[in-house]
């Protein structure tokens, strides 16, 4: 008599491959924002890059405007998880990690999804309420990786003021990758954190 594999068991393997290439398309579609924009990020780019026919991309993301709102949802939660993932040995690693995250891919491919959806009303929504997510989460937990008390007066000032400038020295690097100057800055910005927060 024939061993019989329980029907569970015969999904999972599909179901593993089917997660498999939603996770290689997500990949691949934010890595196509941050190197190529909106306009170059097309499902077929994107099922290329991940090594899959544009069906299978089209399976599981059956428009552009699909796959990209996935791809939002997926760098807010990169993004977040990056964040939780932050040293705290001593303050002036904490700012220069931050400035890190700000002016790396996921911030590079998060200002590319900000850029598409100022021009697409399907994206928009989604941007907008993910990015006030992220932000609120980001200050909550620089608040704690800094050891900040928000109860004294100009600490949460302090902290977004930290934040606001790691957002422009992303900006600033997508354009140049000026690392020589950048270290100077956060460098200083430490330093102002530390007189700071006290």
Same mark, same amino acid.
């Given at each position: 008599?024939?061993?019989?594999?329980?029907?569970?068991?015969?999904?999972?393997?599909?179901?593993?491959?089917?997660?498999?290439?939603?996770?290689?398309?997500?990949?691949?579609?934010? %890595?196509?924002?941050?190197?190529?924009?909106?306009?170059?990020?097309?499902?077929? #780019?994107?099922?290329?890059?991940?090594?899959?026919? +544009?069906?299978?991309?089209?399976?599981?993301?059956?428009? !552009?405007? @699909?796959?990209?709102?996935?791809?939002?949802?997926?760098?807010?939660?990169? !993004?977040?998880?990056?964040?939780?993932?932050?040293?705290?040995?001593?303050?002036?690693? #904490?700012?220069?990690?931050?400035?890190?995250?700000?002016?790396?891919?996921?911030?590079?491919?998060?200002?590319?999804?900000?850029?598409?959806?100022?021009?697409?009303?399907?994206?928009?929504? +989604?941007?907008?309420?993910?990015?006030?997510?992220?932000?609120?989460?980001?200050?909550?937990?620089?608040? !704690?990786?800094?050891?900040?008390?928000?109860?004294?007066?100009?600490?949460?000032?302090?902290?977004?003021?930290?934040? @606001?400038?790691?957002?422009?020295?992303?900006?600033?690097?997508?354009?140049?990758?000026?690392?020589?100057?950048?270290?100077?800055?956060?460098?200083?910005? %430490?330093?102002?954190?530390?007189?700071?927060?006290?």
């Amino acid at each position: 008599m024939g061993v019989v594999t329980p029907p569970s068991a015969a999904k999972a393997p599909k179901q593993d491959r089917s997660r498999a290439t939603r996770q290689r398309l997500l990949e691949a579609a934010v %890595a196509c924002l941050a190197e190529v924009g909106w306009a170059g990020s097309t499902v077929s #780019v994107v099922a290329e890059r991940a090594g899959v026919s +544009r069906g299978a991309a089209q399976h599981h993301f059956p428009t !552009r405007e @699909d796959l990209f709102t996935a791809a939002v949802e997926y760098v807010a939660e990169e !993004r977040s998880h990056a964040l939780r993932s932050l040293p705290t040995e001593d303050r002036g690693q #904490v700012v220069a990690a931050l400035v890190d995250l700000y002016t790396g891919p996921l911030f590079r491919a998060a200002l590319h999804l900000w850029v598409a959806a100022s021009n697409e009303e399907q994206l928009r929504p +989604r941007v907008t309420e993910l990015e006030a997510r992220v932000g609120r989460e980001t200050h909550r937990i620089a608040v !704690r990786l800094l050891d900040a008390d928000e109860s004294r007066p100009g600490v949460r000032e302090t902290v977004q003021g930290l934040l @606001d400038m790691a957002r422009g020295l992303g900006l600033a690097n997508l354009l140049t990758n000026d690392a020589a100057r950048r270290e100077r800055v956060v460098a200083q910005w %430490a330093a102002l954190v530390e007189d700071g927060l006290g």
